[in-house]
């Protein structure tokens, strides 16, 4: 995807599942400005984190007794969302994790593979794309 097709998928999403207004902490607001930069400047690995920091964080400001559980609790936990979404953000979650906590010390499976790597690590950007605005806006107002 170029950049103006980036933008195009994250303005289609955002169009999408907004149904009504979003009221965010100002945390989670600064956080998905350095979202939508690195996703429409194809930085997807750092979409993928800064997407998953920022929904723990809308996690943790929707209800202050949560401030200090860890994520895989809070998705678990947060009302708003259908088994489908936590399932995916779950998904979202280890494969970030796999990213932030690399065990692996061999460079091979990147070197002789990068471009399934780039597919990849693209696919999971979007969908934290997608489970981003759906959290952002799973608790709207009228």
């Not at 943790?60 to 200090?68: A, D, F, G, P, R």
Request: proline residues 2%.
């Amino acid at each position: 995807m170029n950049k103006e097709e980036r933008e195009y998928f994250f303005i289609q999403q955002e169009e999408s599942l907004l149904k009504g207004g979003a009221s965010l902490s100002e945390w989670c607001t600064f956080m998905s400005k350095s979202v939508y930069v690195a996703f429409v400047n194809g930085a997807d690995l750092a979409t993928i984190i800064t997407v998953m920091a920022c929904i723990e964080t809308y996690f943790k400001t929707e209800e202050l007794s949560m401030q200090k559980k860890n994520l895989a609790f809070l998705i678990d936990k947060y009302p708003f969302l259908g088994e489908k979404g936590k399932e995916n953000l779950h998904m979202l979650r280890k494969y970030r994790n796999r990213w932030v906590h690399i065990d692996c010390i061999d460079d091979t499976p990147v070197l002789k593979n990068e471009d399934i790597f780039i597919d990849e690590v693209q696919r999971m950007a979007c969908l934290s794309i997608e489970m981003l605005l759906t959290v952002l806006f799973s608790h709207p107002y009228i």
